[in-house]
């Protein structure tokens, strides 16, 4: 059974790093589009950033752009999510994604292309 599991989470003072991790233990040999998405109290889950199984990095969520970076692991379906500069709004639950859809897709593409999710792992910025 295909799951996802996230890491590395925790919490930082503004300006902070955390690095989280995706490990997505599948079925399959072949490699998965992967995505992070995140969640705040109150709030909708809102995209933050992609890769495709091309290894295309689809351009980040602009509230990100310039602070974190996606990128895969050794192992073809691991994920990292480096955060730096965190901010207080960047607070909430992380949630790692896979697809296997074969056409274009990014973390801005309609939620139900992404079928895999993970638990969730806790960012909070705080001081």
């Known amino acids: 059974q295909a799951q996802l599991v996230e890491s590395g989470g925790g919490s930082v003072l503004p300006g902070g790093s955390l690095r989280l991790s995706c490990h997505f233990s599948s079925y399959t040999d072949r490699k998965f589009n992967m995505a992070w998405f995140r969640q705040a109290p109150g709030k909708e889950r809102e995209g933050v950033a992609s890769i495709e199984m091309n290894d295309y990095i689809h351009p980040y969520a602009n509230v990100v752009k310039g602070r974190f970076t996606v990128s895969r692991g050794n192992t073809k379906n691991t994920l990292y999510l480096q955060m730096n500069n965190l901010k207080p709004e960047d607070t909430g639950m992380y949630y790692c994604?896979?697809?296997?859809?074969?056409?274009?897709?990014?973390?801005?593409?309609?939620?139900?292309?992404?079928?895999?999710w993970g638990q969730g792992t806790q960012v909070t910025v705080s001081s």
């Open positions: 994604a896979a697809s296997g859809y074969e056409g274009t897709i990014s973390h801005r593409s309609p939620r139900p292309l992404w079928t895999i």
